[in-house]
Structures are given as C-alpha cells and as structure tokens.
C-alpha cells in the first residue's frame, strides 16, 4: 500500500498551470523527500495531498482514499504537518503546553476547548519526544526559532499521525537548530518505524541516510523519482536548480558543492 499516490496529477490556479503531469507514489512506512528550487511547486503538492487543493486533472491517494471521494476533514487527522510558514497562532498568549494541545482541535487555539486529562498527559509525552518537556511552561513567542519548529513537530505528533509531512521544516535555522531538528526527526522514525515521512525540502544536505525515496522537482516539473542513489546525480540536481553542481555522498550524508568558476556564469558575464 502506498502512503500517498499522485496519478497524472495537474492543478491550474486562476488559468496559471502550478503543477502538471505529476506522478509519483510513496510506499507505507517509508522516509521520502521532495526536493527542488523556489517556486516549482513542491509546497503545491503537500497541499494537494492534504486536501487543500484538489488536482484540475488526474488523480491523488492518500492513506488509502482517493481525495474528492472523502470527507478531508476526517482523512485530516491521520496526517501530522509542520509548515513553519502557517502561524494562525497567537504568539502573544499561547503557551508551548497549549500550542501541542491545539493539534488535538485542528486549530490554534483553545478558547473554545475543553482539553481532557488524556490529552494533557498526551502532550506532556509528545513534547517529550522532541525534547522540549522542559519548556512546556514557556509562552512559544519567547522559544528560538528552532524549538518553535520542534514544538510544532510535537503538534503534528499529538493525533498519532499515520503520515507525517514536513514542510521545510529547517527553513531560516542555524547549523546547530538545523541538525538537532533532523537528528529528532530521526529518532522519531527509530520509534515509529511504521510511520511514513515525506521532508520537503531545496536543501539537498537536509535528507536523511536512510531517505527510501526522493521526487526531484526543477521549474519545468518533475526531473526524476526513484531510489536517491539513482535520482540524485549532479547532473539531475543540476538541471533541477539551473545551476552546476557536484553532488556527493560522505557517511551517508549528501552534499554539494558548485566551483567559483559558475559564478561568472550566474551572473551572466
């Protein structure tokens, strides 16, 4: 079974094509990523799969259900998200206890909520997974920016998601913000091997060893999907990014690189 399927999928918005053609399936309990430059619709298609747009054409799953056919509210709650980008929250009030707690509402606040015992003990276990128990007291506006994105995976974790999906879940972090967020992604696969992970993502340094599999996006669509090893060549990710770049592997980890000599060539000199 797959975690989520996209079957010659295209979306027009206002008579402007965001997405076209696009196909690629993630098996169930797997660690995938979706990789590509600004603007080529990467973010387009996790909105796709969570119901808050629906294709123009062609055919999306997920978990099982083709969207169009269920209610999306429903199918909602077996999907955790992390978009540091979505703050409907007030940041001003809401404590880093209170923000878990909002998962279990599908909102982001709880004014109008009446949170049960279980769910508070809940809250106390996921804030514990990602490390930031101790935190729990603190009004969220004053954590890093960092610990905002790890109380914001502790949300996502609060329904016992079946899909998990990160949205750029590094984007503005420091060196040392960014690894302790992959370093606890990676330990809540240890935990919940059954659990599938889709990172989106233009940082090709970002994706984990064990990444299963990887959809290549450039600003033409999709480049290549498959197995890492087979998709992410320096020529793909080059022609992916309009930019030459040499890919590589060490330790499991990916990197690239781009020499000084393309800079001239950026610049159009």
């Not at 930031?132 to 994105?149: D, H, I, Q």
């Not at 033409?220 to 590589?248: M, N, Q, Y």
């Amino acid at each position: 079974m797959h975690a989520l399927a996209l079957e010659d999928v295209s979306l027009r918005v206002g008579g402007v094509t965001i997405v076209e053609g696009l196909s690629w399936s993630v098996p169930t309990g797997s660690r995938a990523a979706v990789l590509g430059p600004n603007g080529c619709g990467k973010s387009t298609m996790i909105r796709l799969v969570t119901g808050y747009h629906f294709p123009t054409s062609g055919a999306a799953y997920c978990l099982g259900e083709r969207l169009g056919t269920v209610p999306v509210h429903e199918l909602r709650r077996s999907i955790g998200l992390v978009d540091p980008f979505n703050q409907f929250f007030d940041e001003q009030r809401i404590r880093v206890k209170e923000m878990v707690l909002t998962g279990f509402f599908g909102n982001f606040s709880l004014d109008f909520e009446r949170p049960t015992a279980a769910q508070r003990e809940a809250t106390e276990e996921a804030l514990e997974e990602v490390g930031m128990a101790r935190l729990a007291g603190r009004r969220f506006k004053t954590l890093s920016t960092g610990e905002k994105r790890r109380v914001l995976l502790a949300r996502a974790l609060i329904g016992e998601p079946e899909l998990l999906l990160l949205d750029e879940p590094t984007a503005g972090l420091d060196l040392r913000a960014r690894e302790t967020m992959l370093a606890t992604t990676e330990r809540l696969k240890a935990r919940r091997p059954e659990l599938t992970i889709v990172l989106v993502t233009h940082h090709l340094e970002e994706l984990s060893p064990a990444t299963d599999v990887v959809l290549l996006m450039g600003p033409a669509g999709v480049i290549a999907s498959g197995h890492p090893e087979e998709v992410l060549t320096s020529a793909r990710v080059g022609k992916a990014f309009d930019c030459p770049v040499e890919v590589e592997r060490t330790n499991g980890r990916w990197a690239w690189r781009v020499e000084p000599a393309v800079w001239s060539g950026l610049l159009g000199a």
